[in-house]
Each structure stands twice: as structure tokens, then as C-alpha cells.
């Protein structure tokens, strides 16, 4: 039914451990025999391996869809979001009607995110496979959910790096299905009120990947001042202020997400006299601010590489923020620090907050590490699910 590619040796046993990526240097076939996005079957040495999507003028020029014989059309798709439903809303009982269904290779759909929010659902489309399977994709939500509307918030580059001009779609374009009367809707997070914006907010509209962050922050803002760095809808703050904060400060560049975080504190019926917002920029703020004033210090700036080659600046980045953090602070203080950047691993952030703690000539611990919550995946062998990073600091 599909087309064979012969793959070599090295990319047989990156299939075999785990990882979804085969690169273009080693595809044994010719790669101009094959059509953009189409669906292969993996062989090496004659021997099976796989099914897979193929992107012929890529480096990446194959992602793995299973280690089995599948046929991936509309009930390949039902069949995977029915799996993922039940177990992620379910099985995991998360008190939120936001959470991510389906994180691309992770979930073995490689390429495609759902991102579930109440009964709207957004979708980004990251390789050629699953842009070409669009209206399948949607088709497949459709039996399994009863959305009122489906947003696509792939990125307008993304058709470019895959090849897919033709399936571009602007922003006029976006809902492919149902209707939005209002692109900011009210969800809930463990009790906690946020607006989220589906068509032009931050991801896919919020920071669901946090979640489990901003419930320790909670935990430890009783009765606590805390600073909120690179705030935006101010998550980080709401958590603080629900579970007693004595006071919060939110700190953004953006005034649009400081009006956010003002709105989100009326939206919960929180006092807006315990927060205050401050627009400036992060490294300017935390270089002139007396950190001292603070029981808990939340960093949590955005991506600070997008490629591999920026990977340095983005450690010289993180390594600057925390060690002038933990150097300002006083005794007794909690600091939350993370790191969405991909290209800066486990280790090497690890190794950033090791050299920040050095510098700051100070006695700190960790009171808890922290990855990606219960509702995204991740693959042993594939560290670019595990993007996000975290330590929660205690200074003696």
C-alpha cells in the first residue's frame, strides 16, 4: 500500500531505541522518489522497522509514526485521539478543562498538537504528514469531541520549512471549523479563572505546560511576598494571590499581557491592591530591583534559542538571570527558575544553575525538580520532549 525506503544500520538502531527522527544522510533510497508528506514503510536490510511520514527536501526526512505496519487515514486518526482521550482526561484526572491531547512524536502523531480547551480545540501542524492530512485530522476531532469551534495556530513559517505553500491558511482562515464569537473565552484551572485568547494568545493561548508549577507556587505564597518575572496572563501571580500572598509584583515588557494579568485579577474577585504590574525588561529589572524584598521569585522567561547555533548565548542568558537572582535575594527566599528552551537540555541547565548557585556564594538547595506535567508525553530517547525545566531553589 505504501512506498518502501531503505534506511542504513544507524538510523535502524535509533528506530529500535526510541528516537522518531531519521535524517536525511541516512536514507539509503533515493529521496526524490518519494512525494512530500506521503506515508512509507521503513526497511532496513529487508527487515520491517516501520511506518513513517517523509520529507524528501528536509533533513528531518522521516518521522516515525510506529514501530508497526499502520494505514494512517481518518480512523487512524479517531482510533489515537480516542486512546488519548481517555487516558489524559480520565485516567489523569486533571482539574482543568485545559490540557494537551496529543504532543506530536510523544504521542506518536509526529508533527501534530492538539491543545483542548473546554469545548474549543487548538491545533498547530508541524510537519508535512499531518498538513496534508488536515481535513482528516479535523475530521477525526469531530467523531471524538463536540467542539464548537477548531482553530489552527499553526505558525505561517511552518509551511514554508515543510514545502507546503499550497496548504498555507491566513489568519482570516484559521477556525476550520464551527464558529468563534469570541476569540478570548473564560477557562478554569484548579478553581483558578484565566481568559485565554484561541486566536492570538501565547502557544496555542496559554501556558498549559505549567500547570503543575504554578500549583508549588501556590503552596508557597501563603502569607509570602512574590515576584512574578516575565509574567504575561500572570499564572504564576493568580496561584500566589488564591492561596494568600501577601503581596505580588508581575513584571512583563508587554503592556497588552500586564492588562491580561489586571484582568484575570478581576475575573477571580482577588483585591488588585496586593498586585502590582511593572512593564520593563527582564534583565534591566532584575539588575536595578531590590530582590531582597521578595519570599518568592518566579523566572520564567520565554525561549531564549530557536536553533542549535544559539545555544551558548542562551546559557550566557540563563546563567546571568539566575545568578544575579540568587545573589539578590535574601535568606529564607524561594526561586522557582525554568527553561522552555529546547536546545538547552536537562544537563546543560542543570549545569547552569550549578554555576549561578556557585557565583552567588550563597548555601541553597533544591526542593524539588520538575519536567513537563501528567498530560505531555514525553520519549526516553527523544529529548526534545522535554523541553521544559525546572528547580525549585531554597536559600539558607
Given at each position: ?58 533533513s ?32 489523569l ?56 469551534a ?53 502557544k ?24 512574578n ?19 505580588t ?90 527553561s ?57
Amino acid at each position: 500500500m505504501y512506498k518502501r525506503i531503505e534506511v542504513n544500520k544507524s538510523a535502524r538502531n535509533a528506530i529500535l531505541s526510541g528516537h522518531p527522527w531519521i535524517f536525511s544522510g541516512k536514507i539509503d533510497s533515493p529521496l526524490h522518489d518519494y512525494e512530500n508528506g506521503d506515508v512509507v514503510h521503513i526497511f532496513c536490510e529487508k527487515k520491517f522497522l516501520g511506518t513513517g511520514f517523509v520529507s524528501p527536501k528536509n533533513s528531518i526526512a522521516i518521522r516515525v509514526i510506529s514501530k508497526s505496519k499502520v494505514v494512517v487515514d481518518e480512523n487512524f486518526f479517531v482510533q489515537r485521539f480516542l486512546q488519548l482521550k481517555k487516558y489524559k482526561r480520565k485516567t489523569l484526572s486533571l482539574n482543568t478543562n485545559m490540557y494537551r491531547l496529543v504532543f506530536s512524536e510523544a504521542d506518536f502523531i509526529p508533527g501534530l498538537i492538539v491543545d483542548i480547551y473546554n469545548k474549543y480545540i487548538v491545533i498547530q501542524t508541524n510537519c508535512a504528514g499531518v498538513i496534508k492530512r488536515r481535513e482528516q485530522i479535523v475530521n477525526a476531532l469531530l467523531k471524538v469531541f463536540r467542539p464548537i469551534a477548531i482553530i489552527d495556530r499553526t505558525t505561517p513559517e511552518t509551511y514554508n520549512i515543510e514545502h507546503c505553500e499550497k496548504y498555507k491558511i491566513n489568519e482570516n482562515n484559521r477556525i476550520l471549523y464551527g464558529k468563534l464569537q469570541n476569540n478570548v473565552q473564560i477557562m478554569s484551572e484548579n478553581g483558578i479563572l484565566f481568559y485565554v485568547d484561541l486566536l492570538y494568545g501565547h502557544k496555542t493561548g496559554f501556558y498549559i505546560d505549567q500547570r503543575e508549577n504554578r500549583e508549588i507556587v501556590g503552596k508557597i505564597s501563603s502569607q509570602n511576598d512574590v515576584l512574578n518575572l516575565c509574567s504575561y496572563s500572570g499564572g504564576f501571580t493568580l496561584y500566589a494571590l488564591a492561596n494568600g500572598a501577601k503581596r505580588t509584583v508581575s513584571v512583563d515588557i508587554s503592556k497588552p499581557a500586564l492588562k491580561l494579568v489586571e484582568d484575570n485579577i478581576e475575573l477571580n474577585k482577588f483585591s488588585k491592591e496586593k498586585n502590582v504590574n511593572v512593564r520593563a525588561d527582564l534583565f534591566d529589572f532584575i539588575s536595578n530591583e531590590n530582590l531582597s524584598k521578595y519570599d518568592v521569585v518566579i523566572i520564567d522567561p520565554p525561549s531564549f534559542a530557536k536553533h542549535i547555533s544559539e545555544t551558548e548565548q542562551a546559557l550566557k542568558a540563563y546563567k546571568f538571570l539566575n545568578a544575579t537572582v540568587l545573589k539578590k535575594v535574601k535568606k529564607e527566599s524561594f526561586v522557582l527558575t525554568s527553561s522552555c528552551t529546547s536546545v538547552v537540555n536537562e544537563m546543560m541547565f542543570k549545569d547552569v544553575v550549578e554555576k549561578a548557585i556557585r557565583d552567588s556564594k550563597k548555601d541553597v538547595k533544591v526542593i524539588k525538580r520538575t519536567f513537563l506535567p501528567l498530560d505531555h508525553s514525553s520519549l526516553l530517547n527523544f529529548k526534545e520532549t522535554e523541553y521544559l525545566k525546572s528547580f525549585l531553589l531554597f536559600v539558607l
